[in-house]
């Protein structure tokens, strides 16, 4: 507070008279020691809560009029509560940031008024209650004639001669449905008062005019009925306002029901309460199925709904009552699994208790799915990349290590010539020139992957390739004590490939199945017809492959096998480059323990021309 206004204080709690302060909401701002004395510390209440301990603004009240027009009003007062008479004096004042308050002296002039003002203390104040109250008073007659009325009463229903307004009939002239008046007057009778009895009355004009009607019965000295009064107060304004805060409240509601992102709302117990379109159509659930009937937690994943509440009441996930965006999946009511972010708030009633919560869900699985597929597209970027350099590289060993490779094998075979088989040299000169020709075997391999044979596809009969394969096999596999099924599809249809190629993949697939095995087991080769495709598949019974491993089975130079001599982890990978190349796919089937399948898909030849 600065000094200028310290110094006003200082004034204002300095005089004896009583001085208070008030907003136009009727708030109390300021009290001084003499007011509070009087009626008690009252500041943050409302000025009749403290003055006349009411519910509503009392009836002498004058705060509109002096907020509206501004003015300076000085005025008698007599106020129950203290039992005194005050000179009232009722100052405009208008604040720094342009709104109004009120400043009100209480000058006690209750002594000098002592005898006088007590007898006529009654009528004054009724007197001030009848002629200078905001709202219609009014006194009538049982036989439905107005005996007196305030000028307030007349302004409202827009009558400026008050003899006029007193010759009136007023079930006839002044209802806008006569049987209003009747019921009015069975309950009065019946109860002895009305209170707040909501009618429409005619302005003069004829225009209607909501009024709130409390009343009383008159009675005469024997107890019969005389008349009726009371106050009417013009509800037009209020009614007005209700228009507007229904049209608000509409408007609103139709913003959260059109969002396109889902908008739920719970109260404290989880039951659903507000279930707009977007969530319709996110999660597929009907909001009369829902609103009332279902717990929001039957909608998340097991346990999220107390995890998401948990950080609501965090400060760590968007500050206090609040979740920022934290990302959530939903089961649609078709099973179907919904990707998004959820923001949720809590929401507080006027005295800083729960009510309800609120959550937006954006439904992000179209984003999601293109991020997903962005990134496997630079994977398979990256892939091409690995490959082009395996190209290089393969190309460099094929020109650095092919020619000398030859030379040795062919020193190797002249060496043999003139050596004995009965030797006991000759068996290890076999074994040296089996090493080398596995080590041409495995650039040849390398210089497949890094440039495929260029041999001219034309119509296969896969069911031939494979018979002639498993025949080739059939020895090596019995040896290794695996039993071989085979069932291949008639009128498979011929596939449109490199013959070469198709080999080299089913026979590293047969050879990874029989490593798969060291023990033995069943090894089954079937093909099967699906709808333009012919489907491969080679099933064994060994080792499996690790779940982890699934992923990276077709990747360059990965590989599940130990031994070094064995493989380098491009059989597969060049197996998948060729199947790829011929516009078909190899999907793999595996658990530890249980097995493999390696399913390959390629399109049956339709006719010339296809590729």
Known sequence: MDKKAQNLTSILEAMEDGIYIIRQDYTVEFMNKTMIEVFGEGTGKKCYEVINQADEPCFWCRAD??????????????????????D??????????????????????????????????????????FEHVGCGVFVSSKEGKFLDANEALLDMLGYEDKAEFLSLDIAKDLYLKPEDRRKFKEIIEQEGHVTDYEVDFKHKDGTPVPILLTGHVRYDHKGDILGYEGIMTDQTQKKQMEKEIKKAHDFLDQVIMCSPNAIMATDMKGNV??????????????????????NIKEFYPEGMAQKVMKMMESPDYGGLGKLRSYPMTFVKDSGEVVEGNLSTNIIYDEKGDKIASVGIFVDLGQRLEMERTLRRTQEQLLQSEKLAAMGRLTSQIAHEVNNPLYGIMNTLELMKTEISPQNKRRRLLDMSLSETMRLADMLRKMLSFSKPDEEEKKAVDINTILDEILLLYEKQLREHSIKIFSSFAENLGKIYASTSQLRQ????????????????????VKTEADGDDAVISVTDTGQGIK??????????FFTTKTDSVKGVGLGLSVCYGFIKDHGGDIKVRSSLGSGTTFTTILPVYKGEGQS
């Not at 940031?97 to 006529?120: A, F, V």
């Not at 089913?506 to 089954?524: H, K, Q, V, W, Y």
């Open 65 to 86: 009029k002096v907020f509206e027009d501004e003015e300076t009003l000085h005025w008698e007062l007599y106020i129950p509560m203290a039992d005194k008479i005050y």
């Open 88 to 129: 009232v004096t009722d100052l405009s004042l208008r604040n720094t940031d342009g709104t109004k308050s009120k400043l009100t002296i209480y000058r006690d002039i209750t002594r000098s008024k002592e005898r006088e003002e007590k007898l006529r203390a009654k009528e004054a104040d009724y007197k001030n209650l």
């Open 273 to 294: 309460i507000i279930w707009n379109q977007g969530a319709e159509e996110t999660l597929g659930y009907k909001a009369l199925d829902v609103i009332g009937k279902t």
């Open 547 to 556: 779940e982890e491993n699934l992923d990276k089975i077709f990747d360059t």
């Open 505 to 524: 993949v089913f026979l590293n697939m047969i050879s990874n199945a029989r490593d798969a095995m060291p023990e033995g087991g069943i090894l089954t």
